[in-house]
């Protein structure tokens, strides 16, 4: 079968894809975008609950993570947060910020789809699903790919856009990684990240009564913290604060967890002691932390009884046990539940203002396959809208 000739060929119709295959079909660029999913961004569509947390107001290179998360300065300042807010305004989509300045539709995540797919179409770029590519080599100054539907074309730049491992079920493939490698490029160790953490079975057995009982906490794990929701699972830790710090924890080691933070667990404690001694320890814990998570803590402290028993000692070990846990969780639930995935294509191989690489001419990588994530709350698509429309402003 002949070959045709376009301009770009993007792989990978989600987020990052779309947006490189509007800003390079309104340059007059001649784009396909192909996609192996029967519907083109498939993750937009179930992200935040439905509703996309779509970027974050405080969005800069210090939310994100990486070999040189520096990388990610230029083109975050190119097309910025607010460059995104006033395409979803133009396109009539209302919003609200929820917290810590993360946007999310009122509505439906769809409407982002079908911003980005009107605008794909309107720029004249041409989507194709269902369809992989079989085979590709470098030819001359481009290259030439066979496609799974049977046609082959050349084209003279090529955009890795296929994101990251999170959520095989979904689609999710190594392929952006694996192609990188095979055309020369260093791909650095990829994990699963912002995904729940486990515990050893001994730990689970304990706090399995706990299971569904949420706090506002601070995770920590060294200098980094973050303040946001704990929630216990039957498998370990997850919410919000937690998924966080997952992508910082490694194996082996122990995150710190207050679970009523900024409050003076012992002073309050001895003061309901003086107040009324014959109240149970967990009824009076219970109006510091969940009623649940009261009673296993005062059980785990031996602390069971009236206040007026108990002496400072064990007071403290009740502080200390909702505001200085330190545990150590066994692994993490992997890339079936993990929102993203840390690593990917190394910075060092791509130029920041344009994600070329920059030994091959012609290749580009964008997205979550790049070895740039980000925090939870909006800032991984932003990072996916603004390395998309860098690499379309010269693809
Ligand atoms: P993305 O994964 O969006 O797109 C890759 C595309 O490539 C997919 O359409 C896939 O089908 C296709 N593909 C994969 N392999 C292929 C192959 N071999 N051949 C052809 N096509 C292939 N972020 C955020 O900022 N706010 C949020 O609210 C959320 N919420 C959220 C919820 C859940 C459940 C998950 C899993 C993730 C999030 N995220 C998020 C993260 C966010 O979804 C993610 O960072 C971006 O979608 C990454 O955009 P990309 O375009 O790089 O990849």
């Not at 609950?49 to 070999?67: D, V």
């Not at 396109?91 to 797919?117: N, V």
């Not at 194709?128 to 100054?141: F, P």
């Not at 900024?262 to 969940?290: C, D, S, W, Y």
Request: net charge positive.
């Amino acid at each position: 079968m002949p070959s045709t000739d376009i301009d770009v060929l993007i792989v990978g119709a989600g987020a990052a894809g779309m947006m490189a295959a509007i800003e390079a079909g309104r340059r007059g660029r001649r784009v396909r975008i192909i996609d192996h999913a029967r519907a083109p961004g498939d993750k937009i569509r179930i992200s935040g609950g439905g509703r996309c947390n779509f970027t974050n107001l405080g969005c800069g290179p210090h939310a994100f993570l990486g070999e040189n998360p520096r990388f990610a300065t230029s083109a975050l300042k190119r097309f910025t947060q607010h460059d995104f807010i006033k395409r979803v305004d133009q396109a009539g989509i209302a919003w609200h910020e929820k917290t810590l300045g993360q946007l999310f539709c009122d509505d439906s995540a769809k409407l982002i789809i079908r911003m980005l797919t009107d605008q794909m179409r309107e720029a004249g770029a041409v989507l194709s699903l269902g369809t992989s590519v079989d085979r590709l080599s470098r030819e001359g100054e481009g290259f030439q790919v066979a496609l799974s539907d049977g046609s082959s074309l050349r084209c003279a730049s090529l955009i890795l856009a296929t994101g990251g491992k999170s959520i095989p079920k979904m689609g999710a493939t190594g392929w952006a990684y694996d192609t990188a490698r095979a055309l020369g490029l260093r791909v650095t160790e990829t994990r699963p990240a912002l995904v729940p953490l486990t515990f050893e079975a001994g730990l689970l057995e304990r706090l399995k009564p706990l299971a569904g009982v949420s706090v506002e906490a601070v995770v920590s794990h060294g200098k980094t913290k973050f303040a946001e929701g704990l929630l216990f699972t039957h498998r370990g830790l997850s919410g919000p604060s937690v998924l966080q710090i997952s992508s910082y924890w490694r194996e082996g080691e122990t995150i710190s967890v207050a679970m009523a933070p900024g409050v003076e667990v012992f002073a309050q404690l001895k003061a309901m002691k003086a107040g009324n001694g014959r109240q149970a320890a967990h009824t009076a814990l219970g109006q510091i932390v969940p009623k649940r998570l009261a009673e296993v803590l005062v059980e785990q402290e031996e602390a069971v009884g009236n206040l007026a028993d108990l002496s400072d000692r064990a007071l403290r070990r009740l502080d200390q046990a909702v505001n200085g846990w330190s545990v150590k969780p066994v692994g993490s639930e992997g890339y079936r539940t993990a929102e993203v995935t840390l690593g990917g294509v190394a910075t060092d191989q791509l130029d920041q203002q344009t994600m070329a690489a920059t030994r091959i001419p012609g290749l580009y990588v964008i997205g979550e396959a790049v070895d740039i994530t980000g925090w939870l709350g909006g800032y991984n698509f932003q990072w996916a809208w603004s390395s998309g429309w860098a690499a379309g402003q010269v693809a």
